[in-house]
């Protein structure tokens, strides 16, 4: 059971990027996928979440600027960011948990390693 986070980089303010985490050695299709990213000095925070039916959350500080997707027919969820601030820098990481019918955002206990955004100009 595998995650592999990729699509980060070194972007200006204002720019995007697109993440993905791409899951191997089980199939995403009963697993909810969220996003979570740490700055250097700070806690880990979520930033999204989506689950397997489709439903998603999305914290209100990146709101309207991230979008949290998933495609699990290429067993891979996605993130993409727009309007990238020098704030939004940090490591992101995915992970999944097991879906749950009443709860938008399940316990997450299976992580991948995380990719590195920097927005600077």
């Known amino acids: 059971v595998q995650l592999q986070a990729s699509g980060g980089g070194l972007v200006q303010p204002g720019g995007s990027l697109r993440l993905s985490c791409v899951a191997s050695g089980f199939t995403l299709d009963d697993y909810a996928i969220g996003w979570f990213r740490q700055a250097p000095g700070k806690e880990r925070e979520g930033v999204s979440c989506?689950?397997?039916?489709?439903?998603?959350f999305t914290v209100d500080f990146v709101k309207g600027r991230f979008t949290i997707s998933r495609d699990d027919a290429k067993n891979t969820g996605y993130l993409q960011m727009d309007s990238l601030k020098p704030e939004d820098s940090a490591v992101y990481s995915c992970?999944?948990?097991?879906?749950?019918?009443?709860?938008?955002?399940?316990?997450?206990?299976?992580w991948g390693q995380g990719t590195q955004v920097t927005v600077s100009s």
């Open positions: 989506i689950n397997n039916d489709g439903r998603s």
């Open positions: 992970a999944v948990g097991r879906s749950v019918p009443t709860i938008l955002c399940p316990t997450f206990d299976n």
